[in-house]
């Protein structure tokens, strides 16, 4: 059982930055790729960025450059750095754990919001 704690949203002006941490713990060496996602109410959840064990990231396309997703494996952490905030990243971000075996993103942690003004 993998566990994830989120922590580092808040409220930034456009043109911030925040950096999101994803905590996690438990059955840690089955994890293959830890990804954060994003959700505003009343829409799909999307992908904002992945990263594999070996540091293999993929970000989606409305990152364009602006955010950085990292590992510190001795911390058990991912990080996700975010620059050059817009009033469109208002959300609730989420971090999820890809497990060795599994096709679906079964482990979430709570989410943390991020909200940006305008």
């Known amino acids: 059982q993998v566990q994830l704690v989120e922590s580092g949203g808040g409220l930034v002006q456009t043109g911030g930055s925040l950096r999101l941490s994803c905590a996690t713990s438990?059955?840690?060496?089955?994890?293959?790729?830890v990804a954060w996602f994003r959700q505003v109410p009343g829409e799909l959840r999307e992908l904002v960025a992945s990263i594999s064990r070996d540091r293999t990231t993929n970000y989606g396309d409305f990152v364009e450059g602006r955010f950085t997703i990292s590992r510190d494996s001795a911390k058990n952490t991912v990080y996700l750095q975010m620059n050059s905030l817009k009033p469109e990243d208002t959300a609730v971000y989420y971090c999820?754990?890809?497990?060795?075996?599994?096709?679906?993103?079964?482990?979430w942690g709570q989410g943390t919001q991020v909200t940006v003004s305008s």
């Open positions: 438990g059955s840690g060496s089955s994890i293959d790729r």
């Open positions: 999820a754990a890809l497990e060795y075996g599994d096709s679906q993103y079964l482990s």
